[in-house]
């Protein structure tokens, strides 16, 4: 078992009960209220009282507001986004086959017609995140995509997200936050489709209004508090480690951070060098970092790189970064991460903002059974299958048998009824050719 050399006490704190209860009621009041009581709720709980579809000329003109380097840079992170989305649909492909003479069977991927993003708020203008749902569902092929982000102020949504959820494509944005927003998609408020599936990462009470409305609608996932872990061996530079944990952990005092090491002073170096590294991050955000890093940081020292490997495994970080060498065998033993981070010359933040692949991931352990948000999500792997006369002997005889055997009598008579008199399957007597047809009723003029 591994060595605990810091502990972390937030980790076992529990999440308010209450929250599904406020969602619940929340949702139900929309469902009955429609758009006047979305207008209600945004302006009793987000002060907005402006046009919930953003017009374009307020478009046009948080265009104007954001400076030119950081809509390069956007332009930057977008191309990546794109890009990847994109060679991710190459790798998805229609296909078909011929599995015996007379059967054939294929696969197409098909978009949904409509997809929700919702782009959070709060204390940070999450830009990315808008790149990340929107660009992505638009390289799936997604129709029309509703976009909805809170205001940030009385002057609406923050002008550079505004900026990038047009860049990125959304074809209707609306001015709306929590469990609001999400409720104008899915039902189709405000001239907008409703929405087949609903993606982004928002607080608790997003999160539970996807839980509750997950069904007849999709989702990406469950999202929790952002998390990360760090595998550090001897050749990690102990400053480097604690500059990346102390980055993550300011996105906000729950936010899991873990150190997995088996080289000890890395792991005592780190640990003494957390509080003035997160100093380091200004006014507001070292206090965050500090708090997040006191409640919910963790430091394991295991016997070597194969316990780091299981521990890492057990754990399922959303983001797993690597401070090692020797990356190829990393990789190989390393099998449950939303995303990983080879080597020290990448960081985290290049995933989260600009570097391509998405950064909305499983969070909670749930990398275990699941990867992050892709165009993957966006697309519906459908199937279809065509049966010629040359296939329905064998087919039709073993369908009818296997559904006799379950004492499932009326799909056994629709295989068996495939079988018609002119094709010389079915005798007088009622016997199939190739084995016995219990319902012979089926060869009698007009059954």
Known sequence: MPRLIKSAPGLSATAPSDIGDTVRVMLGHLRQGGEGATRDLARRLDGWEGPIVTPPEVIAAAAAQVPPALKQ????????????AVAQRASLTDFETELRPGLRAGQRAIPVDAAGAYVPGGRYAHIASALMTIATAKAAGVPHVTAAAPPRDRGGIHPATLYAMQLAGADTILTLGGV???AAMTLGLFGTPPVDILTGPGNAYVAEAKRQLFGPIGIDALAGPTDLMI??????????????????AEHGPTSPCWLITD??????RVHALMPETCDRLGPGNSATARQAWDAMGQIFLCRDRAEMASEANRIAPEH???HTADLDWWQAQLSAYGSLFLGARTTVAFGDKAAGPNHVLPTGGAARYTGGLSVLKFLKTVTWQRAEDEALPDLARATATISRAEGMIGHALTAEARLAPENGALRENGALRGGPLQAADLSRPGN
Not at 73 to 84: E, G, K, S
Not at 231 to 248: I, K, S, Y
Not at 263 to 268: F, L, Q, R, T
């Open 263 to 268: 080289h000890a002073p890395v792991a005592h």
């Open 180 to 182: 609001q927003g999400i």
């Open 73 to 84: 840079a956007l332009a930057y992170a977008h191309d990546n986004i794109r890009r990847f």
């Open 320 to 322: 797993l970064h690597l």
């Open 231 to 248: 595998l550090a061996d001897a050749t990690a530079d102990p400053a480097l480690v604690a500059l990346d944990l102390a980055g993550q």
